[in-house]
C-alpha cells in the first residue's frame, strides 16, 4: 500500500474513532417559528438549482475519499446515494493522481454511479493547473473544490509547510473551464480571507467550519508529535457564515451538520447549499450502502418538513426566517470579526 493509500486508510478509520454528535454552534442559533405559516409539506418546497443543475434538495454530500480500495466502495455507496436522492456530490482530494493515475478507479466509482449529478472535484492548493484541469476531464466534474487546509497540514508532520496559496488557486480557476469553490476543511472562513477571496474572483466557498469534523485531531491521532493545541483553531460553520453573509460572497455551508435543522439553519444564514460529510461517512460504515441512501431520503423528508413548519415555499426564501443567536457573547464576535 502507498504511503498515500495508508494515510487515507488511517483518516477513515480515525474520522470513526472521533465521529461524535456533540453540541456545536448550531445550539446557539434559534429561529423564530411561525405558529401559524399557512402552508403545506412538499418535495417540491426543497427542489432548487445548483450551479446550473436541478437538484432534489438543497445539501450535499461532501468531500472525503478516493485512493484506496475501501474508499472506493466509499464512493461507489456515495455516487449511489446522491443518484436516487438526487443531490450533488463530491470525492477526497485527487491530487494524488498526478502520482498514481491507477488510483482514479476508487475516485471515478462515484461519477460511474451518478453520471448526471452535481459533481464536485477535489484537489489541493499545490495542484498544478495542468493537472487539475485532467482531473476534472477524467472525472467529468461540474465544478472543482479546491480545499485549503493549513492546520490540518501543520498538525502533518509530513505536511506542507508552504502556505503562499493564493497564485496557485488562480492559476488552477483560470486553467479549468467549470467553477471552483474554495474550500475549508472544519476550521471555517475568517473575513480577510474572503475578502482576498473576492478581490481576486473568487465568488463561491464551501465555509468548512468547525464544529463536527476535526481535522487537527485525526492529524494529532496519527502524529508522533502531536499538537493539541491546533484542535482549537477552528471558526465555527455558525459563525464563518455570519461572516461570509456580511461580506457578500456566495457560499456553501459545512462542517459539524446533524440533523435537517442544522441544515435549515445554513439556509436561513445564506448559504446557497449544505455540505455533510462525517455523518454520511458513519452511516455508511454502520448500515451499508442502503443506510446511507435512506438516511440521506430520510433528510429531505425531514428538511420539506421543516419547511412548511416555517412557511418557507422555495429554499431562497429561507433567509426571511428571523433568528436570534444566544449569548451576548456571539454579537461581540462577529462585530469584532467582520470591522
Ligand atoms: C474529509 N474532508 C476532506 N475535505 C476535502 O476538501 N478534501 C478531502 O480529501 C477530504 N477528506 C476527508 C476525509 C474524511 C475521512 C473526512 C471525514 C473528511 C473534509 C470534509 O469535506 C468536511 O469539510 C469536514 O469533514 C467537515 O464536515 P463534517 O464532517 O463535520 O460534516
Known amino acids: 500500500m502507498s504511503n498515500h493509500s495508508k494515510r487515507k ?12 454528535i456533540k453540541e456545536n454552534d448550531f445550539d446557539r442559533i434559534e429561529l423564530v417559528r411561525p405558529a401559524l405559516p399557512e402552508s403545506c409539506v412538499s418535495p417540491a418546497t426543497i427542489a432548487c438549482e445548483i450551479l446550473g443543475k436541478k437538484v432534489k434538495a438543497p ?34 482530494s485527487s491530487s494524488i493522481l498526478a502520482k498514481e493515475k491507477d488510483q482514479l478507479a476508487s475516485f471515478y466509482a462515484a461519477r460511474e454511479e451518478n453520471p448526471d449529478g452535481l459533481f464536485f472535484a477535489n484537489v489541493n492548493p499545490n495542484t498544478p493547473a495542468s493537472i ?23 498538525a502533518m508532520p509530513e505536511g506542507d509547510r508552504d502556505f503562499v496559496w493564493l497564485d496557485k488557486l488562480k492559476a488552477i480557476r483560470d486553467e479549468v473551464d467549470i467553477p471552483v469553490i474554495i474550500k475549508e476543511v472544519g476550521f471555517g472562513f475568517d473575513k480577510s480571507s474572503i475578502d482576498l477571496l473576492q478581490k481576486n474572483d473568487f465568488h463561491l466557498i464551501d465555509l468548512g467550519g468547525a464544529g463536527g469534523t476535526n481535522f487537527a485531531q485525526i492529524e494529532n491521532g496519527r502524529s508522533s508529535h502531536p499538537l493539541p493545541y491546533l484542535d482549537e483553531l477552528g471558526l465555527s460553520t455558525v459563525k464563518s457564515a455570519l461572516i461570509a453573509q456580511d461580506s457578500g460572497i456566495d457560499f456553501f455551508a459545512s462542517g459539524g451538520i446533524r440533523n435537517a435543522l442544522d441544515i435549515l439553519k445554513c439556509l436561513v444564514l445564506g448559504a446557497k447549499s449544505v455540505g455533510i460529510a462525517n455523518l ?18 430520510r433528510f429531505e423528508d425531514e428538511l420539506a418538513g421543516l419547511f412548511a413548519l416555517f412557511g418557507i415555499n422555495k429554499v431562497n426564501e429561507a433567509t426571511k426566517v428571523k433568528y436570534a443567536l444566544t449569548k451576548g457573547l456571539w454579537k461581540e464576535f462577529i462585530q469584532i470579526a467582520v470591522d
Open 9 to 20: 486508510e488511517e483518516h477513515l478509520a480515525l474520522a470513526k474513532k472521533y465521529f461524535a
Open 132 to 154: 487539475a484541469k485532467n482531473i476534472v476531464k477524467e472525472l467529468n466534474a461540474d465544478a472543482l473544490q479546491i480545499h485549503i487546509n493549513t492546520v490540518q497540514e501543520l
Open 280 to 297: 454520511f461517512l458513519q452511516v455508511y460504515e454502520n448500515g451499508g450502502e442502503d443506510g446511507l441512501v435512506e438516511t440521506v431520503l
Open 59 to 92: 445539501f450535499y454530500i461532501n468531500a472525503m475519499t478516493g485512493g484506496s480500495e475501501k474508499s472506493k466502495e466509499i464512493n461507489r455507496a456515495i455516487g449511489k446515494a446522491s443518484r436516487i436522492g438526487q443531490i450533488p456530490f463530491a470525492t477526497g
